[in-house]
């Protein structure tokens, strides 16, 4: 059984730039949420580990990063690697080396996803590589048969350029639906959400494991405190609700591409 006894720690972008999004994390406390883990005892590991059916330690966490975004190489990896961590990034493939044009810009900055080299330097480095799907959009809006394609073209780019079988995802927005684990479970072994799960009383399963977002404005020792609820089993309401907001990402991300199917991001939000 993998969850609720390790706790799953969501990260985007680490960066010292203001911004209106708030899951931007400021190198600093960065930094210091690493230093509480070591000083806690705790130990990193991945995916691969537990598919590779490691012992794992009494305190062990999963750091995985959204988006791919070019600070988790520069930033982010070498102060992982100086406390012995390791992490799971996820990447959307579409964006590689791109700016991240998918996301609603809260605010005035762009920021830079990380390049084939760069997401080799990681992988070489102890980091596992997993899917972000390939367009970074919703699930829930696309046809079973672009749904199919993201979930397998992403998958095989990425273990192309690592030359190893990518086995974990990351549903974009965090949002899944039976249909998006479905689909999953053809591609993947691990799959990864935010928040609560969205099937309360479902016995929790690798392929919608819930994590802990990591915010901009939480205390490192607040972020410890969340993980060990996580593993009683209790989410932070406020956290729940910060996350209900993603929906209107999702909403303004879509209409940045279509007018048409509001109505069924609406239905969506309603069943969630
Ligand atoms: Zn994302």
Redesign the pocket.
């Known amino acids: 059984m993998l969850t609720p006894s390790i706790p799953i720690l969501a990260y ?1 972008k680490i960066d010292d730039r203001p911004d209106f999004g708030i899951t931007s994390r400021k190198i600093a406390h960065f930094k210091e949420d690493l230093r509480l883990l070591e000083a806690r005892g705790y130990h990193s590991i991945t995916f691969k580990d537990l598919d590779a059916g490691i012992s794992v330690p009494e305190k062990a966490v999963i750091i995985t990063f ?2 791919g975004y070019a600070s988790f190489h520069d930033l982010a990896l070498p102060l992982l690697l100086e406390r012995g961590f390791r992490a799971v990034v ?1 990447i ?1 493939t579409a964006y590689v080396g791109r700016e991240n044009s998918w996301d609603v810009q809260w605010g005035q900055h762009h920021y830079k996803h990380m390049d084939v080299e760069q997401i080799v330097a990681c992988h070489r480095a102890g980091i596992e590589i997993g899917s ?1 799907l390939v367009q ?1 959009l919703f699930p829930g809006l696309l046809s079973d048969a672009v749904l199919e394609y993201e979930m397998a073209a992403s998958k095989k780019q990425l273990s192309e350029w690592t030359n190893e079988e990518v086995i974990s995802l ?1 549903y ?2 965090g949002k899944y639906d039976p249909r998006a684990i479905r689909a999953a479970r053809g591609h993947y072994r691990y799959a990864v959400g935010q928040s609560s799960p969205a099937f309360p009383g479902e016995e929790l399963s690798a392929l919608f494991l819930p994590r802990i977002n990591v915010y901009r404005m939480d205390s490192s020792a607040r972020i410890i405190k969340k993980m060990e609820q996580a593993v009683q089993g209790h989410f932070s309401l406020r956290d729940r609700l910060i996350q209900k907001g993603a929906w209107a990402t999702v909403a303004l991300q879509y209409l940045k591409f279509s007018q048409k199917n509001v109505r069924k991001i609406k239905r969506h939000a309603e069943i969630n």
């Open positions: 985007h959204d988006d996820f959307p972000h970074h990351s974009p927005f």
